[in-house]
C-alpha cells in the first residue's frame, strides 16, 4: 500500500511542479505568486478528485477511460505559457520602442488565462464540497485557501494599476473570462463524453477563452465608438494580415455549427411533408455546404473588413500566394509529394501489416519534421498561415465525418479510424488535432520580437523527435520502466532526450549560417529538453497537447 507522501508526488506532479518552479522563479515576485498559488489550489482540487468516490457529482462527467485528471498540468501549463512570454518580452523592451504598450497587454493576457484556469478550479472545488467526506473536504478547504489567496494578490494588481479599479472596469472583458472558461469546460464534459481529461478540458477551454477574448479585445478596439471612448478595450500596435486572415477564417468555422444547426431548424419548421431518411441525409448535406460557403465567404470577410483587412481575404491569400512565389510555390509542391507518398503509404500499412498503431503514428510525427522544418528556417510567415488554413481544413473534415456529411463523411470515417488509438473516441478523433497545434502553437506565438531562435521550433523538435525517438526506441528496446504500471522506458527518454539535443545542435549551424543571432545557453536548453521528456515518460494526458508547449515556455527563459 502506497505511503501518504508517494501517492501526493506522483512522477507527473512532480515533473509539473519542477516545471512551474523553473518558470517561476525566472519571473518578478507579482507574477510569480500568483503562479504558485495557482499550482497549490491545482493539487488540492487534483487530490481531491482522485480521492472521491464514484458518487462524486463530477463523476457526471464521463472523461477519457486510462488517463488521470490531469488537472495540475492543465490548470499550470497556459499560465506558464505566458508568464514565460512575459519573461522573454522584458528581455526585449529596451530594444523596442512598442514593447511597455505590448508588456501590459501580455500581462492582462497572463491575468486572463490565470483568472479562467482558477474559475474552473472553483467550479470543481464547489461540486465536490457537496458529497466529500472528510479527508477530501481538509483538502478542499486548503484549495479553497488557495482560491482566496489567489483573489487577494489579484486585488492588490488591480489596485497598483495605473487608473486602479476604474482602469480594469474599462478592460470588464477580463473579469468575463472565467465565467466563459466554466461554461465553455461545462459543454465541452457533457456534449463530448470520454473525449478527454479534466486537464485536457481545461487546458482547451481556457486557451479557446484566451484566443477569442483576444479577438474580441481585437474588434472592439478597431471599432469607432471604442476609439471615441479613449479606447475601452486597446489591443497594442498591428497585427499581421497573416494573423487577421487566420483568425477570421477560424472564426467563421466555430460558427459554422450555429448556423448549421439554426439553418436545420428553420429548414425542419418550413417543410410541408415528411421526407424519406435518404433524401433527408442529402438535404442535410446541402444545408452544411450552403452554410459552409456562407461562413467562409460571408461571415469571415465581414470581420477581416471590420479590423482592417480591406480586401476578401481569400483575395489577399491568392496574391500572397502567387507574389514573389517561387519559394512558396516549390515548397508548397514539396509539401504535396512528402503528404501524398506518406499518407499511400502508411495508409496501405495500416491495413495490411501488424505494425504497432503507436509506432504508425509516430511515423506522422517523422513526416511533421519532414515538412514543418525547411519552411520556419526559410519561409516562416507562409508557414504561418499553411498552418492556419491546414487546421482550418481539418475542422472541416471532422464536422463532415461527426455529422456524416454526404458524401464525404462515410470515407472520411474510414480514412481517420485507421490512425486512432485509445486516446480517441467514437464521438471526436483528436490526435491530428494536438500533432497540428502542437508544432503551430510555439510558431505562432514565436511570430514579432522573439529572441529565442529556438523557440519556434519547440513542437517539431519535441513531438516529431524526442515524443518519435523516446516511442520507437522504448517500444524495441527498452527494459526499465519509469513505474511498474507504466510502458513508458528509461532507454526511451534517454533517446528522446538525445535525439532532441542533437537535432538542437543542427539547427543552431544552420540558423546561425542563415544569419540569426543565438542567444540560448546549453545549460538551460539542456533542462528544458529533460523536464519535457520526462513529462512526456510520466503523464497520462495527451502529450501532443501539453509537452510542446511545456518546451516553448522553457525555451523561452
Known sequence: ????????????????FLFAARVALAAPAGLAAPLALLAAAALAVELAVDRSASSSPLRRFRTRPGASSGILLGAT???????????????????????????????????????????????????????????????????????????????????????????????????????AAVILIKHILEKFPSCSSFGEALLVSSGLVL???????????????????????????????????????????????????????V?????????????????????????????????????????????????????????????RLALCAYWICVIYVSIRRFYSISKQSKTERILLRKYYHLVAVLIFSPAVIFQPAFLDLAFGA????????????????????????????AFTDHRDSEILIISHFSLLLGCALPKWMSSGSNDRPLAPFAGILSLGIGDTMASMIGYKYGVLRWSKTGKK??????????SVLAACSILVTLLA??????????????????????????????DNAFIPLVFYSLLCL
Open 1 to 16: 500500500m502506497a505511503t501518504p507522501t508517494a501517492a501526493l508526488l506522483t512522477g507527473e506532479r512532480l515533473v509539473v
Open 77 to 179: 501549463t497556459l499560465p506558464c505559457v505566458m508568464l514565460a512570454r512575459l519573461i522573454q518580452l522584458s528581455r526585449i523592451l529596451p530594444t523596442d520602442p512598442k514593447g511597455p504598450e505590448e508588456f501590459a497587454y501580455l500581462e492582462m493576457q497572463y491575468w486572463a488565462v490565470s483568472i479562467s484556469c482558477l474559475s474552473v478550479l472553483a467550479f470543481f472545488i464547489w461540486h465536490l464540497r457537496q458529497s466529500a467526506d472528510n479527508e477530501i473536504s481538509k483538502t478542499l478547504r486548503y484549495g479553497s485557501l488557495m482560491v482566496v489567496l489567489y483573489l487577494m494578490t489579484f486585488l492588490f494588481f488591480l489596485l497598483k494599476t495605473d487608473g486602479g479599479l476604474l482602469t480594469m472596469a474599462k478592460n470588464g472583458h477580463l473579469l468575463c473570462h472565467g465565467l
Open 211 to 265: 484566443y477569442f477574448g483576444d479577438m474580441l479585445a481585437h474588434t472592439l478596439s478597431k471599432m469607432e465608438f471604442s476609439a471615441s471612448s479613449e479606447a475601452l478595450i486597446h489591443t497594442p500596435g498591428t497585427r499581421s494580415e497573416i494573423a487577421t486572415v487566420i483568425q477570421g477564417i477560424l472564426l467563421g468555422l466555430f460558427l459554422l455549427p450555429l448556423l448549421y444547426k439554426c439553418s436545420l431548424i
Open 267 to 327: 429548414w425542419v419548421y418550413c417543410r410541408t411533408q415528411p421526407v424519406e431518411n435518404q433524401a433527408e441525409k442529402r438535404v442535410y448535406s446541402v444545408v452544411f455546404y450552403v452554410s459552409l460557403l456562407v461562413a467562409l465567404l460571408m461571415l469571415v470577410p465581414s470581420w477581416t473588413h471590420l479590423v482592417g483587412l480591406e480586401v476578401h481575404p481569400f483575395v489577399w491569400v491568392l496574391n500572397y500566394m502567387f507574389t514573389n512565389s517561387h519559394e
Open 390 to 417: 491546414a487546421f482550418a481544413v481539418f475542422l472541416i473534415l471532422e464536422m463532415i465525418r461527426v455529422w456524416e456529411v454526404y458524401p464525404l463523411g462515410p470515407t472520411v470515417h474510414q480514412f481517420m479510424n
Open 489 to 498: 522506458t528509461i532507454e526511451g527518454t534517454a533517446a528522446g532526450i538525445t
Open 513 to 542: 549560417s542563415s544569419g540569426y543571432i543565438l542567444s540560448q545557453h546549453w545549460l538551460s536548453l539542456s533542462v528544458a529538453v529533460t523536464l519535457s521528456l520526462l513529462l512526456e515518460a510520466y503523464t497520462a494526458q495527451l
